[in-house]
């Protein structure tokens, strides 16, 4: 089916965080194939065409560069690109549902449905439909059985492909990825469909980190490996309140732990909490899925990972109240980043939120001051816009402020002129460092109370 200039026609549904940078790089590693992407936000995609990109991503603008109008192509029109596709990538959103049964837990695949929908009615040949969202394992038959409905003899192969990058490092992941993973139907048709998307990556992945397996078991491993790794986060942050009571530094523990190479370095900073659009709600989705087959058991362990997150984001602003002798009412209080982490926009379940939330509900006056999340972050407090301010400027939001709070690993957060920044402050100046990126020792000699997680605090007070 594909023009004569291109080897395939790949078609991507979904031009957000993921489906825009995978396909980017898909297409400039294979000028061969023609890359489109659709998306049902004309806003998004209209911003797609310019080099103002939708999302901050480091590096993606160059990527999209080298492959857009060549091969990579943006584009509103689904019915006829789909018509097209020989391969099609779904990569819609799948957040966790809201309404019904199942509310607050399993994830909503209203937007999933829509597409296989499309799919199905737009469809005139045979196609390989890759599932690139995150979904619940099992969801590839519910997909067969939609698509196959139709009367017209067409035959699709169902592969699932999850993606793996992380925001803010994504081109990094995507060009050289600690494995690609794709699920298939062991039957002949889907082996032979799985070798398709196989020899996608394989011009440009070495040949040993694609790695296949039966389609459940891929689906299953997304969910499966965030569980995992928000699991080490809510573990190390359990470990940095024991440390605050104990006198123990969650660094040297974290740093002693991780050189067992069973265990690893990765993954173990202490912080004020996990955010991003997926750990929690793909925790959830495990949770509601293994409810659904009576482990009881086994839900309730993982629930806990998100629980305790939740406690780490309390147990930061119950820090930040009672050091600013129990009450926040009428203080100004700057709060260093609002993304999720460093080097991303995105905002989607930022611990920033709720720890902006908490402290407007005690009536401080909260000042947020971000390099690139300040637009996601008025549309999420849109509510709260009066008792909020917005400062680009990191030195003039802590002027006059009673204390500062880090909350996003911003690099350039490091090396700000903390002496200026002290002087400029209300005295007794608290800084709170829900990242543990500053010097803390400098900080104090500044002058400063400091507060960081899982670390005694370094306080000029007497003690009581
Ligand atoms: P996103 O919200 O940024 O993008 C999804 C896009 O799909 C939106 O632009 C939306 O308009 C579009 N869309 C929804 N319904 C549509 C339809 N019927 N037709 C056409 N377009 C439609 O989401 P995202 O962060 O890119 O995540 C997508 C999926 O990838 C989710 O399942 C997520 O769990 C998974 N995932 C995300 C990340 C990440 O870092 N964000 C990483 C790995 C996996
Ligand atoms: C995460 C996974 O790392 C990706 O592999 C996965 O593809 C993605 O979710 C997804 O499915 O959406 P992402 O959420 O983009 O990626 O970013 P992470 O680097 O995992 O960070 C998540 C949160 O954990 C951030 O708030 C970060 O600050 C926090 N974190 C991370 C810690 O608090 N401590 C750490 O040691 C590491």
């Known amino acids: 089916m594909a023009s004569e200039q291109f080897e395939k026609n790949i078609l991507c549904i979904g031009a957000g965080y993921v489906g825009g940078p995978t396909m980017a790089v898909i297409a400039a590693k294979?000028?061969?194939?023609?890359?489109?992407?659709?998306?049902?936000?004309?806003?998004?995609?209209?911003?797609?065409?310019t080099d103002e990109l939708p999302i901050y991503e480091p590096g993606l603008l160059d990527i999209v560069k080298q492959a857009r109008n060549r091969n990579l192509f943006f584009s509103t029109e689904i019915t006829e690109n789909i018509k097209q596709a020989d391969i099609i990538f779904v990569s819609v959103n799948t957040p966790t549902k809201t309404f019904g049964e199942g509310a607050g837990k399993s994830a909503d695949?209203?937007?999933?449905?829509?597409?296989?929908?499309?799919?199905?009615?737009?469809?005139?040949?045979?196609?390989?439909?890759?599932?690139?969202?995150?979904?619940?394992?099992?969801?590839?038959?519910?997909?067969?059985?939609?698509?196959?409905?139709?009367?017209?003899?067409?035959?699709?192969?169902?592969?699932?492909?999850?993606?793996?990058?992380?925001?803010?490092?994504?081109?990094?992941?995507?060009l050289d990825p600690d494995r690609v993973l794709?699920?298939?139907?062991?039957?002949?048709?889907?082996?032979?469909?799985?070798?398709?998307?196989?020899?996608?990556?394989?011009?440009?992945?070495?040949?040993?980190?694609?790695?296949?397996?039966?389609?459940?078991?891929?689906?299953?491993?997304?969910?499966?490996?965030?569980?995992?790794?928000?699991?080490?986060?809510?573990?190390?942050?359990?470990?940095?309140?024991?440390?605050e009571m104990t006198e123990a530094n969650i660094s040297e523990v974290a740093y002693a732990i991780g050189r067992d190479s069973r265990i690893g370095p990765k993954f173990l900073n202490a912080s004020v909490g996990?955010?991003?659009?997926?750990?929690?709600?793909?925790?959830?989705?495990?949770?509601?899925?293994?409810e659904s087959y009576g482990l009881t058991e086994v839900a309730a362990y993982w629930e806990q990972v998100v629980k305790m997150n939740e406690y780490q984001e309390h147990r930061f602003v119950s820090t930040m109240i009672k050091a600013l002798f129990n009450t926040v009412s009428t203080k100004r209080i700057a709060l260093f980043?609002?993304?999720?982490?460093?080097?991303?926009?995105?905002?989607r379940e930022s611990p920033a939120?709720?720890?902006?939330?908490?402290?407007?509900?005690?009536?401080?006056?909260?000042?947020?001051?971000?390099?690139?999340?300040?637009?996601?972050?008025?549309?999420d407090l849109q509510d709260i816009l009066d008792k909020v301010e917005f400062e680009p400027d990191p030195y003039k939001a802590a002027e006059e402020a009673h204390a500062a709070a880090i909350l996003t690993e911003w690099q350039a957060y490091k090396s700000l002129d903390y002496e200026r920044i002290y002087n400029s402050m209300q005295k007794p100046a608290f800084i709170f460092d829900g990242r543990n990126i500053l010097d803390h020792q400098k900080l104090f000699d500044i002058g400063f109370h400091v507060y960081s997680i899982g670390k005694s605090p370094l306080t000029h007070f007497e003690e009581q």
Do not use: M
């Open 274 to 290: 996990f955010g991003g659009s997926c750990f929690k709600k793909d925790i959830l989705n495990l949770v509601y899925i293994a």
């Open 337 to 347: 980043g609002f993304a999720f982490k460093a080097d991303t926009g995105d905002t």
């Open 109 to 174: 695949l209203q937007y999933w449905e829509k597409t296989a929908r499309d799919i199905l009615a737009a469809a005139e040949e045979d196609k390989i439909i890759v599932e690139k969202s995150t979904l619940p394992v099992r969801t590839a038959a519910a997909l067969e059985r939609i698509l196959h409905s139709n009367d017209k003899g067409i035959h699709f192969d169902i592969i699932s492909n999850p993606e793996f990058l992380a925001e803010g490092t994504a081109i990094n992941d995507l």
């Open 353 to 379: 939120i709720y720890v902006t939330r908490q402290l407007v509900e005690e009536r401080a006056h909260v000042v947020i001051t971000d390099p690139k999340a300040l637009d996601n972050a008025r549309i």
């Open 30 to 49: 294979c000028p061969q194939y023609k890359v489109t992407i659709v998306d049902i936000n004309s806003e998004r995609i209209k911003a797609w065409q």
């Open 182 to 243: 794709i699920g298939s139907r062991e039957n002949e048709s889907g082996r032979r469909a799985r070798q398709e998307i196989v020899d996608i990556y394989a011009n440009w992945v070495p040949r040993d980190r694609i790695i296949t397996s039966n389609i459940w078991s891929s689906e299953l491993s997304k969910l499966v490996a965030n569980a995992f790794l928000a699991q080490r986060i809510s573990s190390i942050n359990s470990i940095s309140a024991l440390c």
